[in-house]
């Protein structure tokens, strides 16, 4: 059974840095790229950011490039995201995600498989 468990968010200050971290158990996390989504009150959930399983790729949405950086720890089964220069648009649950081996479109819900519960990110101004 597969389990992804979000940690790390809280309430900081614009311009301020929260790390995210999701551990992943039940699968050969190696094998698989995985990827961080957010969703804010009232909005569909959006895509921030995903990382090839070995780690040499990583892909960003263009409202948080050059802020964030994904980054993954096979060893320990944990992805992260580091959130630098936080703007209160950046208020929502994050989520990570793995993504179906077969999709076709990383920036897509659909394409990922399986999901953590999420935890909440809230930036004040």
């Known amino acids: 059974q597969v389990q992804l468990v979000e940690s790390g968010g809280g309430l900081v200050q614009a311009g301020g840095s929260l790390r995210l971290s999701c551990a992943a158990s039940?699968?050969?996390?190696?094998?698989?790229?995985m990827g961080w989504f957010r969703q804010a009150p009232g909005k569909e959930r959006e895509f921030v950011s995903a990382?090839?399983?070995?780690?040499?790729?990583?892909y960003y949405a263009d409202s948080v490039k050059g802020r964030f950086t994904i980054s993954r720890d096979n060893a320990k089964n944990t992805v992260y995201l580091q959130m630098n220069s936080l703007k209160p648009e950046d208020t929502a649950i994050y989520y990570c995600?793995?993504?179906?081996?077969?999709?076709?479109?990383?920036?897509?819900?659909?394409?990922?498989?399986?999901w953590g519960q999420g935890t909440q990110v809230t930036v004040s101004s």
């Open positions: 990382i090839y399983w070995s780690g040499g790729n990583t």
């Open positions: 039940g699968l050969t996390f190696s094998n698989y790229n």
């Open positions: 995600a793995v993504r179906n081996p077969f999709s076709g479109i990383r920036s897509l819900p659909g394409s990922y498989d399986y």
